[in-house]
């Protein structure tokens, strides 16, 4: 029979899966090193030459994945946990939105948690916002992890699966964590103390196991998920697919490559009293990220064709003598380097 254990941690070779309670330490076989797929944090992996004693083994194959999040890379991710605080730092449904497109479009079902509740004296104010969402069909709970108010939710929510926890720095997420856990101890932080947002994102991902206040257990993965936050890799008439309220005015546009701006005959201007506000305006603004990334590619597309030359009615590439003369080593090296920038 296979045995099969997930991967839950990486450190530079090793690879850390927990197989029936024991955590064994496993390197790849040379054959998997030879595919082109990389093992990555939450993948279910075949082990071979098991040795319990000395709580060893060799990866030899990984399971189809479920779910994939590309950076940082995480395999079968069950649920992503949007947490927002509603003051301080302030609502920013901009950001939600952005987190709730990255889910539409990684096809990862996304909870929104709103945290610090504890903080406004006028909750119904925000009745408003949560109602947008909620029609829309995404689950919301309302927390605070200073009250411990919604920890029961939170728990019920995370029970038995694998969740990602995204949302900006200062909401709450690893003090929301510590409340179910506090033996884990994670580092919490003033916003005062707080840098550069970016400072987290390159930090190694880890999933970590939850005992929760009924005896079941979670899993949460301990990286702030998403690092990249902007629209810059897709097209803009792309970007209405991920606006599930969008999906099925969209088919009746009169132009198949609108973009619900300012077209003529495009349905969803007419039909903006269906749309909230804040959700068109968040849409506009992805689009015009969008638009970056459709000029990039436009540019490259120019500049791949002066990289040929027409020879006997065919395109042939022009390789220049510098090229020519590196070797392939070399070569291989700065593709490998431009793919790591890439990521
Ligand atoms: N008032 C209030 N403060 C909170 C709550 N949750 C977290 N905080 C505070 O917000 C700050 C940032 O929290 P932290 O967990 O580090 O946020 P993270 O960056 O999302 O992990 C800390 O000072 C926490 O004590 C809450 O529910 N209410
Ligand atoms: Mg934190
Ligand atoms: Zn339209």
Redesign the pocket.
Known sequence: MKKIAQVFKIHSDFYYVNFEGTVVECKLKDTLKKQKQDVVVGDFVCLEELNLTSRQAFISQIQERKSFMPRPKVANIEQVII?S?IK?PELDLNQLDRYLCLCEHLKLSPVLCF?????SQNLDKLENIFSIYEKLGYKIIL?????KFGIKEFEKILEGKISALC??????????I?VINPELH??????SE?TNRGTHTTRHCEIIPLKLSNGKTANIIDTPGFSYLRFDFILPQNIDELFPEMTELKNKCKFNDCLHITEVGCNILNNMDKIAQSRYESYLNFVEEAKEYKEKLTYQGHKQEQNFKILNDKKVAKINTKHREKSRNVEKQEIKTKEDKNE
């Open positions: 947490v605080a301080e945290n610090k509740c504890d903080l927390t605070s992890a200073k009250d949302g900006l720095s200062g909401v709450g997420k690893s003090t929301l510590n994670l580092k919490t932080k003033k916003i707080k």
